[in-house]
């Protein structure tokens, strides 16, 4: 037994003893072992008599579960076939991690999806694969393309009223909102499906991380895409934001932008993400990360409030996800959803885990001209070797390993070698979980609380 298979919290009255491999969470009250839990910490030793109480409690391996079992294509759904219909862009972040949509194309390389490689990619992953349970379009931005948005609405509408498919996929998309025609809003309403739109704030915020191409404000735009999808019935509408250092200079807290996102978008749950960028970028939230890690404990703080008060989850996604996983004992040993679960594609009609992965020929899992098998030993072997925690250095001795997620945009990928980028959004996740997991102890302690913390997060 080793020291790293546990985690020792302690904040006042309440200490939390975290079971890194099993996911069990302990309160200790008996003194005497709250005193040798602490000089373990100090002295990075387990004593005999501590090894025979921690030993009742039974530590297993999650490494039989880190390979996937991959059935062959035609019994595999695709979970989501995301289409980056365009290179263009019309905005110009001020972070932007895909060049402006542009990712790594030469000039010459760019080119919108038409309507013949929506045709040829869509009928090539229904032929080889069981099932599409949902497209997503991307770019670039791709109300660029609404056409051809629309076009492949209709195409499964009429896909699935001559008996070709059993069901049409979610259709849904990410858009930054500041073009958006009506007859696309109508279109998402008669399938009852809706969008992500990227926001990063209110007015201030927003204009001075997202102008236009002509360097003016893009927040009054969206409120009217906003608007224009509510007034069409769209109901279905989500929030994506990336968190900056700009927003921790102006004082914008997570509370803030979580409580913004509810009353101006009624979107509880917003996306929010630290940005992906070079630590020495001015945007890089490294640079104020005791401010950060300040708004992230008011924010845990706030979560747990409202869910115990208010009945009502309102916080980032990452962290109900957090909640979630812990409260319920449930472990991922994948960074990120891409892989098997995502994948995306372009106008080259190169198959990727991932539309982060856009133009990056190292990390394609190959073209339409593979077999459906072929295509899905690709994206396993991706899954098993590079979007694998436990082959990841810094994972290794994590205590949140069972329970993190991230973004592989956030990671340096060489081959079969995967290196974070910074080191700040793993901070980030551990003091997440600190602060989780001496909440759940102290809720614990009133069995009235327990009982209305896990019927709120159903």
């Given at each position: 037994m080793q020291i790293?298979?546990?985690?020792?919290?302690?904040?006042?009255?309440?200490?939390?003893l975290?079971?890194?491999?099993?996911g069990?969470?302990?309160?200790?009250y008996d003194?005497?072992?709250r005193?040798?839990?602490e000089?373990?910490?100090?002295?990075?030793?387990?004593?005999?008599e501590l090894?025979v109480?921690l030993t009742?409690h039974?530590?297993?391996?999650n490494?039989?579960?880190?390979?996937?079992?991959?059935?062959?294509?035609?019994d595999?759904i695709i979970?989501?076939?995301t289409?980056?219909?365009t290179?263009?862009?019309n905005l110009?972040c001020k972070?932007c991690?895909a060049n402006?949509?542009q990712?790594?194309?030469?000039?010459?390389?760019?080119?919108?999806?038409?309507?013949?490689d929506?045709d040829?990619?869509?009928?090539?992953f229904?032929?080889?694969?069981k099932?599409?349970r949902?497209i997503?379009?991307?770019g670039?931005?791709p109300t660029?393309q609404?056409d051809k948005?629309?076009?492949?609405?209709?195409k499964?509408k009429?896909?699935?009223?001559?008996?070709?498919?059993?069901?049409?996929?979610?259709?849904?998309?990410?858009t930054n909102g500041?073009y958006?025609?009506v007859?696309?809003a109508?279109?998402l309403?008669?399938i009852?499906?809706?969008i992500?739109?990227s926001v990063?704030g209110d007015?201030?915020i927003?204009?001075?991380?997202?102008?236009?191409?002509t360097?003016k404000?893009?927040?009054?735009?969206?409120?009217?895409?906003?608007?224009?999808l509510?007034e069409n019935?769209v109901r279905r509408?989500?929030i994506e934001?990336?968190?900056?250092n700009?927003?921790?200079?102006?004082?914008v807290s997570?509370?803030?932008?979580?409580?913004?996102f509810?009353?101006?978008?009624n979107?509880?749950?917003?996306?929010?993400?630290?940005?992906n960028?070079?630590?020495?970028n001015e945007?890089s939230t490294?640079?104020?990360?005791?401010?950060?890690f300040?708004?992230l404990?008011e924010l845990?703080?706030?979560t747990?409030?409202n869910?115990l008060?208010n009945?009502?989850l309102n916080?980032i996604?990452?962290?109900?996800?957090?909640?979630n996983k812990?409260?319920?004992?449930?472990?991922?040993?994948?960074?990120?959803p891409?892989?098997?679960?995502?994948?995306?594609i372009?106008?080259?009609?190169?198959?990727q885990?991932?539309f982060m992965?856009t133009s990056?020929d190292e990390?394609?899992?190959?073209s339409?001209?593979l077999e459906?098998?072929?295509?899905?030993d690709?994206?396993?072997?991706?899954?098993?070797k590079?979007n694998?925690?436990?082959n990841?250095?810094e994972?290794q001795?994590c205590?949140?390993?069972?329970?993190c997620?991230?973004?592989?945009?956030?990671?340096?990928i060489k081959g079969?070698n995967i290196?974070a980028?910074?080191?700040l959004?793993?901070e980030f996740?551990?003091?997440?979980?600190?602060l989780v997991?001496l909440?759940?102890v102290?809720?614990?302690?009133?069995v009235?609380?327990?009982?209305?913390?896990?019927?709120?997060l159903?």
């Amino acid at each position: 037994m080793q020291i790293l298979d546990y985690k020792f919290l302690q904040k006042d009255e309440h200490t939390a003893l975290y079971n890194v491999k099993t996911g069990g969470i302990f309160r200790v009250y008996d003194e005497n072992l709250r005193a040798q839990l602490e000089a373990t910490v100090l002295t990075g030793e387990i004593s005999p008599e501590l090894e025979v109480t921690l030993t009742k409690h039974k530590v297993d391996s999650n490494e039989n579960i880190t390979k996937n079992n991959c059935i062959n294509a035609k019994d595999f759904i695709i979970n989501r076939l995301t289409l980056v219909l365009t290179n263009k862009c019309n905005l110009r972040c001020k972070y932007c991690y895909a060049n402006y949509g542009q990712y790594t194309y030469e000039k010459d390389e760019q080119k919108d999806m038409s309507i013949a490689d929506i045709d040829e990619i869509t009928q090539y992953f229904l032929d080889n694969f069981k099932g599409i349970r949902h497209i997503m379009f991307f770019g670039g931005e791709p109300t660029l393309q609404s056409d051809k948005i629309i076009y492949t609405i209709n195409k499964f509408k009429e896909l699935k009223a001559t008996n070709q498919i059993a069901h049409i996929p979610r259709l849904g998309l990410i858009t930054n909102g500041v073009y958006f025609p009506v007859e696309l809003a109508q279109a998402l309403a008669d399938i009852n499906e809706g969008i992500t739109l990227s926001v990063d704030g209110d007015m201030a915020i927003q204009d001075k991380l997202r102008p236009t191409v002509t360097n003016k404000g893009s927040f009054n735009s969206i409120k009217k895409t906003y608007n224009l999808l509510l007034e069409n019935n769209v109901r279905r509408i989500e929030i994506e934001s990336t968190y900056t250092n700009q927003h921790l200079i102006d004082n914008v807290s997570l509370v803030q932008l979580v409580k913004f996102f509810k009353n101006e978008f009624n979107c509880k749950v917003p996306h929010i993400v630290l940005v992906n960028i070079e630590d020495e970028n001015e945007l890089s939230t490294i640079h104020n990360k005791d401010k950060l890690f300040l708004y992230l404990e008011e924010l845990v703080e706030y979560t747990f409030v409202n869910l115990l008060e208010n009945n009502e989850l309102n916080t980032i996604g990452i962290l109900a996800g957090m909640i979630n996983k812990l409260v319920k004992n449930r472990s991922n040993h994948k960074i990120c959803p891409a892989g098997l679960n995502t994948i995306s594609i372009g106008s080259d009609k190169k198959i990727q885990p991932c539309f982060m992965y856009t133009s990056d020929d190292e990390i394609s899992a190959g073209s339409l001209e593979l077999e459906g098998d072929q295509v899905l030993d690709n994206l396993s072997k991706f899954d098993d070797k590079i979007n694998n925690k436990n082959n990841l250095l810094e994972c290794q001795n994590c205590f949140i390993k069972r329970v993190c997620s991230s973004c592989l945009g956030h990671f340096n990928i060489k081959g079969e070698n995967i290196q974070a980028k910074s080191e700040l959004n793993c901070e980030f996740s551990r003091k997440m979980a600190e602060l989780v997991l001496l909440k759940i102890v102290e809720i614990k302690e009133d069995v009235n609380k327990w009982n209305t913390l896990l019927k709120n997060l159903k």
